[in-house]
């Protein structure tokens, strides 16, 4: 069975640069969730996006930015990174009217 | 705020135990909650979602309990085996298609 599709899967970067984490979602999947997982931590919701549209935002820092395209993968835009920012970002994805979220394998970002 | 809590932070158990893993969280009015599987560095497996309409659920060697109105559920493993060692998330889902708030986890240590 397809599963959700993170690219990629490991990012170094430097600080201040910028990142772009992307999520495929399963096919026929129209919401898509974004977590981020710090070391040691619980996974933190960041943003939800259903049918294209933002549906739901947490605690994401205004560096951050991200959107939903037409065939329903989603981009995690993170610019002016920072040391703080390394951490494991996950994708989920649901079908419309039901409630399991199937998460992906997710993306570690790491900035030096 | 939802907050959820996992009890114990860590378990280490030998082969063959029967053992419960508990979760607790402040507002009751929950849709769903999902029990999570993480392997060290890896991504999250869903391991059963209870409706909050439902008691429990089962899934071999698993089974899933939530008194709702109460706040917690617990998660039941028999016959523990090495493989399970790994941490044990459990999240809520207030209304449908919304974010997951999740426990700490409980870290599993299965010693042959």
């Known amino acids: 069975a397809a599963g959700v599709i993170q690219s990629p899967r490991h990012l170094i970067k430097e600080k201040r640069e910028t990142a772009t984490l992307k999520c495929y979602p399963i096919p026929r999947h129209d919401t898509v969730y974004w977590y981020q997982q710090g070391p040691g931590q619980d996974p933190q919701f960041l943003i939800s996006?259903?049918?294209?549209?933002?549906?739901d935002k947490g605690s994401i820092p205004d560096r951050f930015s991200a959107q939903q395209f037409s065939d329903y993968h989603s981009e995690l835009n993170m610019s002016s990174l920072e040391l703080g920012d390394s951490a494991l970002y996950f994708c989920?994805?649901?079908?419309?009217?039901?409630?399991?979220?199937?998460f992906g394998p997710g993306t570690r970002l790491t900035v030096t | 705020k939802q907050e959820v809590t996992q009890i114990p932070a860590a378990l280490s158990v030998p082969e063959g135990e029967n053992l419960v893993l508990n979760c607790s969280f402040t507002d009751s009015a929950i849709y769903n909650l999902q029990w999570f599987r993480q392997d060290p560095g890896k991504g999250l497996t869903s391991l059963l979602l209870i409706q909050s309409s439902q008691r429990e659920q089962t899934s071999g060697r698993l089974n899933a309990s939530l008194d709702k109105s109460s706040g917690r559920s617990t998660l039941y493993i028999a016959a523990s085996q090495p493989g399970d060692s790994a941490t044990y998330l459990c999240?809520?889902?207030?209304?449908?298609?919304?974010?997951?708030?999740f426990g700490e986890g409980t870290q599993l240590t299965v010693n042959p």
């Open positions: 996006f259903y049918e294209k549209m933002q549906s």
């Open positions: 989920a994805s649901s079908p419309f009217g039901r409630d399991e979220q199937y």
């Open positions: 999240a809520v889902e207030e209304t449908s298609g919304s974010r997951l708030t």
